[in-house]
């Protein structure tokens, strides 16, 4: 088997673990896997950007109408070259393949999570346009179960300014499942916070008491 990024033959090693716990071996080889830059502690509150305190997004939204609605998340990954290489083959050339490279680290992410994973959901438009969703496929590559409480019925974020993104309104709608208290919002790529906020606006207006969130990627 080779490195799904690089090509170069992967070395398989065997593990108890991996025999006992039925871990799929790794889809990239050791030097692209530390090409990405894990984000280290402390980092903001909400979203998990290195630095004390509150990043400068998050102040902005708790100071602007969202206050309090996020009690806390982190993020895992810097949104460096060699991650930008990834996301982009990854979310536009739809390699459907290299959700897995991050499934190991997703599933110790959220180990014993007892709060229900919601996953941010694209329009039926992108849908249809890359044939996946690429955070539901992040976290069936992990094993983790999770349930769709939202719709996307705003206009798609990818092509605004960040003034604009921040501006946005009404990005999300129920889809009639029935919202539990406690969720932990996951999505891939955290930029300005426009779509977790949303997201958390819209559930905690249907009775979500605790909305925490996770994103793979920081930029």
Not at 131 to 144: G, R, T, Y
Not at 165 to 187: H, S, W, Y
Not at 205 to 216: D, F
């Amino acid at each position: 088997m080779n490195c799904c990024l690089c090509n170069q033959k992967l070395q398989f090693i065997p593990s108890w673990r991996g025999i006992f716990l039925y871990e799929a071996p790794d889809v990239a080889c050791a030097p692209c896997k530390n090409a990405f830059s894990k984000l280290t502690l402390p980092g903001c509150k909400y979203c998990g950007k290195e630095g004390e305190g509150k990043c400068q997004d998050c102040f902005y939204w708790e100071e602007h109408g969202y206050r309090e609605l996020i009690e806390s998340g982190k993020s895992l990954y810097r949104y460096n070259e060699a991650m930008k290489d990834w996301f982009h083959q990854y979310k536009f050339l739809k390699d459907v393949l290299l959700a897995q490279v991050f499934a190991k680290e997703l599933r110790e992410a959220l180990a014993n999570e007892r709060a229900m994973i919601v996953p941010i959901p694209l329009n039926e438009e992108k849908l249809r346009e890359r044939s996946f969703s690429q955070v539901d496929q992040l976290l069936l590559s992990a094993n983790i179960p999770y349930k769709h409480l939202l719709e996307k019925c705003g206009d798609t974020l990818g092509t605004k300014t960040r003034q604009e993104r921040m501006a946005t309104q009404q990005l999300f709608r129920l889809n009639g499942e029935a919202v539990p208290k406690q969720l932990l919002l996951v999505d891939d790529l955290y930029t300005t916070g426009t779509t977790m906020r949303q997201a958390a606006k819209t559930l905690k207006e249907a009775g979500a008491e605790s909305i925490r969130i996770l994103s793979l990627i920081r930029a």
